[in-house]
């Protein structure tokens, strides 16, 4: 790759085409499904409850095992923003539930169906029914922190931003507790212009401008930011610029994971133990707003 000018179409597919750079990426994404599968048989969960009326509105809750009311994990998925599914990350769940936390696992409409716009109000949609509707599973709706990998990075993020009382004047404003973003990308300007996503995502430049976290303002809750240190530079840039963006207040954590790629950093997430797992949990452990 030292032969391809920097920001060109080709080196922006080498920094942002994950399942290129990664050989083996298929086989993690079956045991993320496998070992989903086999969580959503052996552990109690409640699956496929509606969030909205469209048939991609629908999450997946799997309360805590310790009793009484538990912080909230709200967990995004990734794929670009145009595939997976919640169903193939159900995995997540046991080390948080086991850890006193509730976990949801929301899915949303894909690219190109829908644009991303879309699917940020499909998350602020799907949060504001966790805040209603938690309490009856276990979980403290005082207490939600949002996760998220790859596009969900960039989407937990987004609910950062969230002006919460304009999509429901019932909504407290801080809604969203903390984030947690993995591998996020936080200016889309760069996809706008990479080849294998342009056609599925379709930005524009006014798009990309009211959907880059990076160009908003700095929420007043922290947002954790973290990439695998295997990954492209690309991708350690965008953690670099959401705390040069939003400040050392808003993003107190910016760091690479040691021996990581993109798809073995979500399986330190759910590592016991680990570095990015006692993050989430500090996040978890903080106290109602």
């Known amino acids: 790759m030292t032969n391809i000018q920097r920001g060109s179409a080709a080196w922006l597919t080498s920094q942002y085409n994950n399942r290129a750079r990664v050989a083996d990426h298929q086989r993690y994404l079956d045991r993320w499904a496998s070992a989903s599968a086999a969580v959503r048989a052996s552990v109690p969960c409640v699956t496929d409850v509606p969030y909205g009326g469209d048939a991609s509105e629908g999450l997946d809750i799997f309360s805590s ?24 990350h159900s995995f997540i769940a046991p080390a948080f539930t086991r850890a006193g936390a509730t976990v949801v696992v929301p899915n949303y409409a894909l690219c190109p169906s829908v644009g991303i716009d879309h699917i ?20 403290d709706p005082g207490r939600i922190v949002v996760a998220g990998h790859s596009a969900g990075g960039h989407l937990a993020a987004m609910m950062l931003t969230c002006r919460w009382p304009e999509v429901d004047t019932a909504l407290p404003a801080s809604l969203v507790r903390s984030a947690l973003a993995i591998s996020g990308v ?9 080849p294998f996503l342009q056609a599925d995502l379709r930005l524009t430049r006014a798009s990309v ?16 930011a973290v990439d695998g240190v ?12 959401i705390r040069q963006a939003w400040g050392s207040s808003a993003v107190p954590i910016c760091e690479g994971i040691p021996g990581t790629n993109h798809f ?9 133990d680990s570095h990015l797992h006692r993050l ?6 903080q106290p109602a707003i």
């Not at 967990?75 to 997976?84: D, E, P, Y």
């Not at 936080?186 to 990479?194: H, M, N, V």
């Not at 401008?209 to 954790?224: D, E, G, I, N, Q």
């Not at 073995?264 to 590592?271: K, Q, R």
């Open 230 to 241: 295997d990954e492209s530079e690309e991708f350690a840039r965008q953690r670099r610029l």
């Open 209 to 224: 401008a009211r959907l880059s976290p990076a160009r908003m303002p700095a929420p007043r809750v922290p947002l954790f």
């Open 120 to 139: 940020a109000l499909q998350m602020t949609k799907a949060l504001a029914w966790v805040w209603r509707h938690v309490a009856r599973h276990g979980g």
């Open 280 to 285: 989430a949990m500090s996040l978890l452990a």
């Open 186 to 194: 936080f200016d889309l300007e760069p996809l706008r212009r990479t």
């Open 65 to 88: 095992s310790v009793p009484g009311p538990s912080p909230v994990l709200f967990f995004i998925h990734g794929g670009w923003w145009r595939s997976l599914d919640k169903s193939d």
């Open 264 to 272: 073995s950093v979500l399986d330190e997430l759910v590592t016991v």
